[in-house]
Nanobody
Framework: QVQLVESGGGLVQAGGSLRLSCAAS????????MGWYRQAPGKQRELVAT???????NYADSVKGRCTISRDNAKHMVDLEMNSLKPEDTAVYYC????????????WGQGTQVTVSS
């Protein structure tokens, strides 16, 4: 069982920055991928960024160049640094853990709201 707790969301003006953090209840050293997803009102949940246990990263085209995902295995944490925020980045952001490739299910946090005002 993996519990994930997000923090760092809030209200920010367009062009601003936020750093989201995800704290895991267990060691993330061997977790296959950790990631961030988001869901805006009336839309499906979508990928923001993922990072593998080897450090390989993947970003949605919409956030490339503006976001950086990082993981600290020693602290059991995954962060998402977001810069040059846009109103369309407004969403609930969820932390995700996939223990192994092709896992039948993932673990999710409860989400943290990010609101970007224009």
């Amino acid at each position: 069982q993996v519990q994930l707790v997000e923090s760092g969301g809030g209200l920010v003006q367009a062009g601003g920055s936020l750093r989201l953090s995800c704290a895991a209840s267990v060691s993330i050293f061997s977790i296959y991928t950790m990631g961030w997803y988001r869901q805006a009102p009336g839309k499906q949940r979508e990928l923001v960024a993922t990072i593998t246990r080897g450090g390989s990263t993947n970003y949605a085209d919409s956030v490339k160049g503006r976001c950086t995902i990082s993981r600290d295995n020693a602290k059991h944490m995954v962060d998402l640094e977001m810069n040059s925020l846009k109103p369309e980045d407004t969403a609930v952001y969820y932390c995700n853990a996939r223990l192994v490739p092709g896992a039948m299910f993932d673990y999710w946090g409860q989400g943290t709201q990010v609101t970007v005002s224009s």
